[in-house]
């Protein structure tokens, strides 16, 4: 059975900085690429990163140069760093076991994430 639990969201200043976790259970980890989606109320979900098992890695343009993702193979976990952080940037946060450029079938319950202005 695969599950993926993510953790680290919560609330924020404009400005300040929060590291997102994804632990997955079963095989999944090991053969797919890893992402983190969002969706902010009234706003489709959207790849905010992804990376592959070999490192390869995919920004939305709005994050790139502000968000790192990273994967630890040995824990089966994923992790996004996210620094300069934007109200805009509030949604809930979504792991997902996919493609390095879309997202597969497998996703997390969802972490919340305010940044306030």
């Known amino acids: 059975q695969v599950q993926l639990v993510e953790s680290g969201g919560g609330l924020v200043q404009a400005g300040g900085s929060l590291r997102l976790s994804c632990a997955a259970s079963?095989?999944?980890?090991?053969?797919?690429?890893m992402g983190w989606y969002r969706q902010a109320p009234g706003k489709q979900r959207e790849l905010v990163a992804a990376?592959?098992?070999?490192?390869?890695?995919n920004y939305a343009d709005s994050v790139k140069g502000r968000f790192t993702i990273s994967r630890d193979n040995a824990r089966n976990t994923v992790y996004l760093q996210m620094n300069s952080l934007k109200p805009e940037d509030t949604a809930v946060y979504y792991c997902?076991?996919?493609?390095?450029?879309?997202?597969?079938?497998?996703w997390g319950q969802g972490t919340q994430v305010t940044v306030s202005s």
């Open positions: 990376i592959t098992r070999g490192g390869s890695t």
């Open positions: 997902n076991a996919g493609l390095l450029y879309g997202p597969g079938g497998y």
């Open positions: 079963g095989n999944i980890f090991r053969t797919n690429a």
